[in-house]
């Protein structure tokens, strides 16, 4: 009985020693957790104080950007220019660079004064000849001009057919070697001092350009020193300007003897003004006619 009593009592004290390691286990476990929990607390404050810096930082930066756009509204407020007049001024900038970058493009030769006074040299031709139409030449050679200046001439030969008029072109673009042994010819023909009166030596010719010409009319044919006894001569005295040519050697010029037929494009705003003011363009100070460059081929 008391040996049934002893294993009775061991095994409930197995049990209670059971039950203290599960609950000692328990409370093991317990602690660990609170640990863990404890840690995450703590890392969960480090996160909201350095939140709090960095919204206190940002607070800072949106003051600052405030302060920065209370000044340009109150610059804004104080300036004397509207949109519309900020916006012209943008506007003007912009067109000036633009002519700058016109000037530089553009070709100085075209409105020198030659004729004596500048010399162009032999390597010179325009930027791009074009054919006249054949019905419009006097001979039987084909004539070129500037592409940019044939449809002003066009434009103007159209408006004299359109008066019952008959325009011819018997010379127009001359190169450099054209020139000397057109010069030389003369020479041979008429004499150096009558040659001298009416051609211009090499690199001294307008035509060397690409935007003269020399004009007659169907009925004289190649005589050109009748073209002043014609129709056509009085329509180009009264409407040349119009269309952008002046007669480069008029009567009393310091340069050639009067070339009738004779005819340089210059640009409808020069060729215009030249006109109204009742002057010549060898008359005309070379820096005031260079005002004109970027205008020159305006319609």
């Not at 197995?14 to 840690?39: D, E, H, I, M, P």
């Not at 409105?111 to 031709?125: G, I, M, Q």
């Not at 408006?159 to 030389?184: D, E, H, T, V």
């Not at 004499?191 to 211009?200: K, L, W």
Request: with cysteine; glycine share 4%.
């Amino acid at each position: 009985m008391k040996q049934h009593q002893i294993h009775i009592l061991l095994g409930i004290l197995g049990l209670c020693a059971l039950a203290l390691v599960a609950s000692l286990y328990g409370f093991y476990r317990g602690q660990q957790k609170n640990k863990v929990v404890s840690t995450q607390l703590q890392q969960a404050q480090v996160q909201i104080e350095d939140l709090a810096r960095t919204l206190e930082n940002k607070n800072e930066e949106i003051e600052v950007h405030k302060e920065l756009l209370r000044s340009v509204r109150q610059e804004v407020t104080n300036s004397n220019y509207d949109l519309s007049q900020m916006l012209s001024l943008i506007e003007s900038a912009t067109q000036t660079v633009e002519d700058i970058k016109k000037l530089e493009e553009a070709d100085t030769e075209l409105l020198a004064k030659y004729s004596k006074v500048f010399f162009l040299n032999e390597y010179y031709e325009p930027a791009q000849l074009a054919y006249i139409p054949s019905d419009l030449v006097s001979s039987d050679n084909n004539q070129q001009i500037s592409s940019e200046v044939l449809p002003f001439l066009l434009s103007m030969t159209t408006a004299m057919k359109s008066s019952g008029l008959q325009p011819r072109i018997i010379s127009a673009f001359r190169s450099f070697g054209y020139q000397g042994n057109l010069k030389q010819s003369y020479a041979v023909t008429y004499g150096t001092i009558a040659a001298n009166q009416f051609v211009a030596d090499q690199g001294y010719s307008e035509h060397q350009l690409g935007t003269t010409i020399d004009m007659v009319t169907a009925s004289i044919g190649s005589d050109m020193l009748a073209f002043d006894t014609t129709p056509e001569y009085m329509w180009m005295l009264q409407n040349a300007y119009k269309y952008g040519f002046i007669l480069s050697y008029p009567e009393n010029n310091e340069y050639y003897e009067f070339e009738p037929w004779h005819w340089r494009f210059v640009g409808k705003k020069l060729a215009t003004d030249l006109y109204n003011k009742g002057t010549t363009f060898y008359n005309t100070p070379q820096r005031d006619i260079d005002t004109y460059r970027l205008t020159m081929f305006e319609e």
